[in-house]
């Protein structure tokens, strides 16, 4: 019931922003939306790039589903895994496949990666994904094990163009925001004073997103959060 309410107070608030825009003028043309919408299909879609290309599955759960990707040109193109998550600038894709992990392109198809499922992808082509240990794969090195803190199972969820590798690992049964790259390793991004956190993604100026329990208990409170080297982990307020 919390969350139907929250996700229709959203609504309203998106609904009183855009009127007040068309009031003050910052659409152009009055009643005209500042965006379309196109309709891909059913299922989810996961990730789009800079061309406007998107990739994600045609149904639910993943394990039932079709990996896909569409442009404006071609539409929808199956790509015959179970889900696609992530394409990069050169249009090429990663996804899993009954249980493994793929790299996909226009010229060679789908390459299997190995046990596993792949996250993220970046323009250098290297790829980030978890096969329980977290990895980062590329061509001429294949895949790669990002190592441990300690945990028993690592899960790398986003890569960006130099390198770096966020996810999350298990310790004690909680989980544990990290930050990955070739020259520290694996590093515990730590809580805002909570039991667990998790890193969803990274930008390119090596900034960290994620969501981080707080010292609250009752009820559980998880903080969205943005992380980077110099001020460590910033809440960015409740979502939860």
Same mark, same amino acid.
């Given at each position: 019931?919390?969350?139907?309410?929250?996700?229709? +107070?959203?609504?309203?608030?998106?609904?009183?922003?855009?009127?007040?825009?068309?009031v003050?003028?910052?659409?152009?043309?009055?009643?005209?939306?500042? !965006?379309?919408?196109?309709?891909? /299909? @059913?299922?989810?879609?996961?990730?789009?790039?800079?061309?406007?290309q998107?990739?994600?599955?045609?149904?639910?759960?993943?394990?039932?589903?079709?990996?896909?990707? *569409?442009?404006?040109?071609?539409?929808?193109? $199956?790509?015959?895994?179970? @889900?696609?998550?992530?394409?990069? &600038?050169s249009?090429?894709?990663?996804?899993?496949? %009954?249980?493994?992990? %793929?790299?996909?392109?226009?010229? &060679? #198809?789908?390459?299997?990666?190995?046990?596993?499922?792949?996250? +993220?992808?970046?323009?250098?082509?290297?790829?980030?994904?978890?096969?329980?240990?977290? =990895?980062?794969?590329?061509?001429?090195?294949?895949?790669?094990?990002?190592?441990?803190?300690?945990?028993?199972?690592?899960?790398?969820?986003?890569?960006?163009?130099?390198g770096?590798?966020? #996810? =999350?690992?298990?310790?004690?049964t909680? &989980?544990?925001? !990290?930050?990955? $790259?070739?020259?520290?390793?694996?590093?515990?991004?730590?809580?805002l004073?909570?039991?667990?956190?998790?890193?969803?993604?990274?930008?390119? @100026?090596?900034?960290?997103? /994620?969501?981080?329990?707080?010292?609250?208990?009752?009820?559980?409170?998880?903080?969205? !959060?943005?992380?980077?080297?110099? &001020?460590?982990?910033? $809440?960015? $307020?409740? *979502?939860?």
């Open positions: 019931m919390t969350i139907l309410k929250r996700e229709n +107070d959203m609504k309203k608030i998106l609904v009183i922003l855009l009127a007040m825009m068309l003050l003028g910052v659409v152009g043309v009055v009643g005209a939306a500042p !965006f379309t919408i196109t309709n891909l /299909g @059913s299922g989810i879609a996961y990730g789009i790039n800079d061309s406007g998107v990739v994600g599955v045609t149904a639910t759960p993943v394990s039932t589903g079709h990996a896909f990707i *569409w442009d404006e040109t071609n539409g929808r193109t $199956d790509l015959g895994g179970n @889900s696609a998550n992530a394409i990069n &600038n249009g090429q894709v990663v996804g899993e496949s %009954f249980n493994h992990a %793929f790299i996909w392109d226009e010229t &060679n #198809g789908m390459t299997d990666l190995g046990e596993g499922s792949a996250k +993220d992808i970046n323009d250098s082509g290297q790829v980030a994904g978890y096969s329980y240990p977290a =990895f980062i794969w590329d061509e001429t090195s294949g895949m790669t094990d990002l190592g441990t803190l300690g945990g028993d199972e690592n899960y790398a969820n986003a890569i960006n163009d130099s770096q590798v966020v #996810g =999350f690992y298990k310790y004690n909680r &989980n544990r925001a !990290f930050i990955w $790259d070739e020259t520290s390793g694996m590093t515990d991004l730590g809580t004073g909570g039991v667990s956190s998790y890193a969803s993604d990274i930008n390119d @100026s090596g900034q960290v997103v /994620g969501s981080s329990r707080t010292p609250q208990s009752t009820p559980p409170e998880h903080h969205a !959060f943005i992380w980077d080297e110099t &001020n460590g982990m910033t $809440d960015l $307020d409740s *979502w939860g």
